[in-house]
């Protein structure tokens, strides 16, 4: 049962547009009583178009025009200082004039005067702004300056704004068309639109209507100055119009943002993307368009899969992929069945199949055999399951059902050509039983022209996605398991990466401090490896020498055969400048080389770059040379690299992108998707790698990237991978200049492990635990937990006697424990077992934002044999303090009355709890607006978490508010 703060909106204005009457609107879209949030873009009840005209063809006239075409059921107040009405109705001078409060101002005038206009709306109370003009950042300087002065004139108030550049929003369930569009209302659907090109999205709903899609919402977001993409994916998340969100994109904008909202939203709706911008070309041109830097193609696909969205390449797909992943199973793998009545058309699917991704199903002998009794005895006897030119309704529909049943396929693709004996209506029939029996997706292919028409409708209205083309169903089944996998994936439980406290901070803090203050950015090699060190990344030993004498010393105190490189602030690649000298066996050698590497500088850019060599042993193990990296994105901040390493690194473009931070299984995915992966795996014959450990050097090189900012770049190469060891045999780091403030560094796009809230703690007891934020890695410790609850715990946390399989489902859990940090608090208290030695969670409370408030519900729970022990309410005082660190207004639960322990717990921490006879329960509320109690916590590091509204806890579970405390 939830807290219920919902009612219903009053009575406001007259209704001066025709159709659906305030009552009859969806009552479920009704805002509760703190949502602000979004709601006066989609549900307004009184409208003012600033800006409005009569004048042919102009955006005022087109958006007052299709305001009154819509039957919304609201107020149009049109403002104008020069007119006295505008289509018939009365205009005002200024917003501040109109006498109604207004929910939603639509601002079409130039861009030089829309920065007062917001001001005025401020004053006047608006809740919302949709600003249609151009002119602004992708103009220059002066254009960037607008939308700065725009922006302040915001922050006065409470107001959001969709745009600059926007042509505004649909919500046809209500009749609401608030645009600049030349579109009648589009129909009313499952599907919300973003689109950040106007024009496109514009031509895509006259197109709809003529395909007879519908929409949920359709939004042109302009360029985001405010209300961006995570907004929109926020409200349409919890939106129980909207099924899924297909988003036509140009630049990300604020990437956390984004990222957190796709994460959490993608779980329950399909977000489904097209980026242009693949070639540098195109890139360019979006960059024009919308004034943003679009960043890497490749990063944008690794930022997509981390979160959970599918990015496809063609307008159709957005469609048709939205309703394909709202109707079809979701895939459990790559391998698709293709059943045809022709050889042709199931090459063509097993090349496009293949080209994408997809994989074709092995057949178990038991299904060939079951086929070899149904078909007759040419049949290919393989998948592509080859039905014949003759084949039948029947002989299509045993055959599928027999595929089906084969547990080497997650899903079928059913081809049909017409032929002599074919008919295509008839077979149709016969299939279209089967398009959801088999718990499998099932895809078809009706190829022709008007005689398959009546048959492809069938299977279409059957559930059943019906393409024109073989090569087309597969590129959607090969989307549909991308999909699946994107979801999958990042909630896949990580091994523990260990060496948790063995980073020297002081002595990596110390290296960067000093050499920033020597006036460097570039460290040395020795410098690049000593830092490596800190993060007990393994390293090749290394010394600097400045003379032939120091070098060979040292070569001798390290061992023969030895290398040695240049050292050098200014030279980055050391081979392009005859910098490096391998196999050096004795002192001759060494002395040899010291000289060839000093004339080779001197000749090639200038003995100023000389400062001597370093030294050290040459590394003769058989292996692969890997390359691991990290440099910055434009929007997505900081981006890691793995792949092939070596001289070639350039040619062989063998590498994957990823973002930090990393767990062990986002590492392994990561390296997988690489060539070299197959030859760490130990290919033809080639003893393995220690994949896991090559996993645990990743996760801790991607802490090393978020824990030190101030580092621009880092590259390892290569790093030798041999089964016997992980060494790093050269490495480069760049830093950001000390001049870049520390606000100004790139932040990681995802927000890392807020280390801030980890803190040990002694219980009444005596023993001392660590509590601290969930982290993915908890899932079998959240297990063992939950084994050693009672039932009247249970009980009195869940309202019901809840099982232990369905608490202790992975499913259930990966939602516990695999959290964003932007949006939710979870903290777990630990120790280890005396014992056993085994680490143990205790306790665990959490923190959730009730969306569109600033209110946060909580959740507490005490394994049985440390209750009563303080735990509970040191967990529940640190939750709060959380809260306050997020500036929440308050926070709340909903406890059951003979739940004393978690009652006096509240009344201890200053809650006002009453009980409330509507749902026989206890409810709890703390006001945090009140001077805030002392914390032993510091406050949230404005970098790792980023901005007040999206930053700390600042959002909801799509699946709903966290459990109450029971």
Wanted: charge should be neutral; aromatic fraction near 4%; include cysteine.
């Amino acid at each position: 049962m939830l807290t219920t703060l919902s009612q219903d909106a009053p009575e406001r204005g007259h209704v001066l547009t025709k159709g659906v009457p305030k009552a009859s609107l969806a009552s479920n879209l009704l805002r509760t009583k703190e949502n602000d949030g979004l709601q006066a873009f989609f549900s307004p009840q009184n409208i003012a178009v600033i800006g409005a005209t009569e004048k042919p063809g102009s955006v005022g006239r087109t958006i007052v025009r299709n305001l009154l075409g819509s039957p919304f059921g609201g107020t149009i107040s049109p403002v104008n200082p020069s007119r006295r009405r505008v289509l018939g109705i009365k205009a005002h001078p200024r917003v501040g004039d109109v006498p109604d409060a207004i929910d939603l101002a639509i601002v079409a005038t130039p861009a030089p005067t829309v920065p007062d206009l917001i001001g005025e709306c401020v004053e006047a109370g608006v809740r919302a702004a949709i600003i249609a003009s151009s002119g602004y950042k992708e103009t220059g300087a002066g254009g960037a300056e607008l939308e700065r002065r725009i922006m302040e004139q915001a922050s006065r108030g409470r107001i959001r704004i969709i745009g600059p550049n926007s042509l505004g929003v649909m919500r046809p369930m209500i009749g609401l068309n608030a645009s600049a569009t030349n579109v009648t209302m589009a129909r009313p659907g499952k599907i919300a639109f973003l689109s950040q090109s106007g024009a496109l999205g514009a031509a895509m709903l006259d197109w709809s209507l003529r395909a007879n899609v519908g929409f949920s919402a359709f939004v042109s977001v302009g360029s985001m100055l405010d209300v961006d993409w995570g907004d929109l994916i926020d409200y349409l998340g919890n939106d129980l119009h909207t099924k899924s969100i297909i988003i036509y994109m140009e630049s990300i904008g604020d990437a956390r943002s984004f990222l957190s909202a796709a994460r959490e939203v993608a779980l329950s709706k399909p977000i489904i993307v097209i980026k242009p911008g693949r070639t540098e070309e195109a890139s360019r041109a979006a960059a024009s368009h919308t004034g943003s830097l679009t960043g890497s193609d490749e990063v944008l696909n690794a930022a997509f899969h981390r979160c959970g969205v599918l990015r496809v390449d063609r307008i159709s797909e957005l469609f048709s992929m939205a309703e394909i992943l709202n109707t079809q199973p979701r895939l459990k793998g790559p391998r698709l069945a293709v059943l045809t009545n022709a050889g042709g058309p199931g090459v063509l699917a097993t090349d496009a199949l293949i080209a994408g991704g997809g994989q074709l199903a092995p057949l178990a002998s038991e299904t060939i055999e079951a086929l070899n009794r149904i078909l007759p005895p040419p049949w290919s006897h393989r998948n592509p399951v080859d039905l014949l030119g003759d084949a039948g309704p029947d002989r299509y529909a045993q055959a599928l059902e027999v595929v089906a049943e084969d547990p080497n396929t997650d899903g079928l693709l059913v081809i049909l050509t017409p032929q002599a004996m074919i008919d295509p209506t008839r077979t149709a029939e016969a299939l279209k039983a089967h398009g959801t029996s088999a718990g499998k997706p099932v895809l078809a292919s009706w190829m022709g022209g008007d005689e398959v028409v009546a048959g492809a409708s069938i299977l279409n209205r059957a559930g059943i996605p019906t393409f024109p083309c073989p090569d087309t169903a597969t590129r959607a089944f090969n989307n549909m398991w991308r999909y699946s996998h994107n979801l999958r994936s990042p909630y896949e439980t990580p091994a523990l990466a260990g060496d948790e406290n063995g980073v020297d901070h002081a002595g990596v803090e110390d290296l960067i401090a000093s050499v920033l203050a020597a006036g460097r950015t570039l460290l040395n090699e020795a410098e690049s490896k000593r830092l490596l060190e800190s993060y007990r990344i393994p390293v090749v030993p290394t010394r600097v020498a400045t003379t032939e004498e120091q070098a060979v010393a040292l070569a001798e105190e390290l061992g023969y055969p030895a290398v040695l490189k240049l050292d050098s602030r200014t030279i980055v690649h050391k081979t392009h400048v005859g910098g490096v000298q391998l196999n050096l066996t004795d002192a001759g050698a060494v002395r040899h080389a010291y000289r060839a590497i000093e004339e080779s500088v001197r000749r090639r850019v200038g003995a100023e770059h000389f400062l001597g060599v370093t030294v050290q042993p040459m590394i003769t193990l058989e292996g692969s040379e890997l390359i691991i990296g990290s440099s910055p994105d434009p929007q997505l901040g900081p981006v890691l690299l793995f792949g092939a390493g070596g001289t070639l690194v350039e040619l062989l473009m063998d590498r994957a992108l990823g973002l930090p931070p990393l767990n062990t299984t986002l590492a392994r995915r990561m390296m997988e998707t690489t060539r070299i992966f197959q030859v760490l795996k130990g290919a033809r014959g080639c003893p393995p790698v220690d994949l896991g450990a090559l996993e645990r050097l990743l996760v801790r090189f991607s802490r090393l990237v978020i824990e030190q900012p101030r580092i621009k770049e880092i590259d390892i190469n290569p790093l030798l991978a041999t089964p016997e060891r992980l060494i790093v045999l050269d490495a480069r780091v760049v830093l950001h200049p000390a001049e870049v403030d520390a606000d100004q560094l790139p932040r990681p796009a995802i927000c890392p492990y807020p280390t801030q809230y980890v803190a040990p703690w002694t219980i009444t007891n005596g023993l001392t635990v660590t509590i601290r934020p969930i982290r993915p890695e908890d899932e079998p410790l959240v297990v063992r937990f939950h084994e050693k609850l009672s039932e009247d715990s249970v009980y009195l946390r869940f309202f019901q006697s809840l099982k232990l399989s369905r608490r202790i489902a992975h499913e259930r859990l990966a939602r516990t424990c695999f959290i964003d940090y932007n949006r939710e608090m979870a903290l777990v208290a630990e120790h280890e077992d005396p014992r056993t030695g085994e680490r143990e969670v205790i306790a665990m409370g959490r923190l959730s934002r009730l969306y569109g408030t600033d209110k946060a519900e909580f959740s507490l729970e005490v394994r049985d044999t440390f209750q009563r022990c303080g735990l509970g309410t040191e967990i529940l005082r640190r939750l709060i303090a959380i809260g306050r660190d997020a500036r929440l207004h308050c926070v709340c639960a909903v406890i059951l009355p003979r739940n004393r322990g978690m009652l006096r717990i509240c009344d201890r921490l200053g809650f006002h709890t009453h009980y409330r006879d509507s749902d026989q329960l206890m409810h709890a509320e703390l006001d945090l607006t009140d001077t805030p109690r002392p914390s032993s916590l510091a406050s949230v590091d404005a970098r790792r978490v980023g901005p007040h509204r999206h930053g700390g806890i600042d959002g909801l579970s799509k699946s709903g508010v966290v459990s109450h405390v029971r």
